[in-house]
T-cell receptor
Framework: GQQVMQIPQYQHVQEGEDFTTYCNSSTTLSNIQWYKQRPGGHPVFLIQLVKSGEVKKQKRLTFQFGEAKKNSSLHITATQTTDVGTYFCAGFTGANSKLTFGKGITLSVRP | GAVVSQHPSWVICKSGTSVKIECRSLDFQATTMFWYRQFPKQSLMLMATSNEGSKATYEQGVEKDKFLINHASLTLSTLTVTSAHPEDSSFYIC????????????FGSGTRLTVV
């Protein structure tokens, strides 16, 4: 079945450093979504990417969808302590409407 | 924005008893809702898709007789963990899509179930 992979599962950065994480799918995705889950909280939708090579920005966050629509990246510029949390990517395939989540990457930021 | 209300937020129950978790869409109608299970520091595992007015669709390996899902109205889905055992202790979260997929899924706040 479809697999969405996020490696590594944890990353620690110093406040002010940039951070990039990647998401890879075993199959071509029709679209990909990113969610953020704060410690003790629930996932919150950040963004959806649909087009091959699409790039979207939300303040310090930049999301990109790969040309082959099998991978995606999230880049955070100048991390802040408020960026702490687990970032999940999740993908849809055209074959079904189920959203498959990656394992997530938990970001910690040292002040 | 769209809100999904889930409760209880936490529950402790004795082994062998049943627990019902409710998930409500507050300001939109949801013909489909999704139930996930999340172990500590793990990803969200889809358990089942709840369909209003029809049977839920369960993922492979999820016991439908143990995790009963009812979606009786366009705004309410319930998950009942029957004859709970300690291994059922987990974080259960529901979600629904309030609109087109580009709005993403809205998640409930989750239910922390502890079976003692």
């Amino acid at each position: 079945g479809q697999q969405v992979m996020q490696i590594p599962q944890y990353q620690h950065v110093q406040e002010g450093e940039d951070f990039t994480t990647y998401c890879n799918s075993s199959t071509t995705l029709s679209n990909i979504q990113w969610y953020k889950q704060r410690p003790g909280g629930h996932p919150v939708f950040l963004i959806q990417l649909v087009k091959s090579g699409e790039v979207k920005k939300q303040k310090r966050l930049t999301f990109q969808f790969g040309e082959a629509k099998k991978n995606s990246s999230l880049h955070i510029t100048a991390t802040q302590t408020t960026d702490v949390g687990t970032y999940f990517c999740a993908g849809f395939t055209g074959a079904n409407s189920k959203l498959t989540f990656g394992k997530g990457i938990t970001l910690s930021v040292r002040p | 924005g769209a809100v999904v209300s889930q409760h209880p937020s936490w529950v402790i129950c004795k082994s062998g008893t049943s627990v019902k978790i409710e998930c409500r869409s507050l300001d939109f109608q949801a013909t489909t809702m999704f139930w996930y299970r999340q172990f500590p520091k793990q990803s969200l595992m889809l358990m089942a898709t709840s369909n209003e007015g029809s049977k839920a669709t369960y993922e492979q390996g999820v016991e439908k007789d143990k995790f009963l899902i009812n979606h009786a109205s366009l705004t309410l889905s319930t998950l009942t963990v029957t004859s709970a055992h300690p291994e059922d202790s987990s974080f259960y979260i529901c979600s629904a899509a309030p609109g087109p997929t580009n709005y993403g899924y809205t998640f409930g706040s989750g239910t922390r179930l502890t079976v003692v």
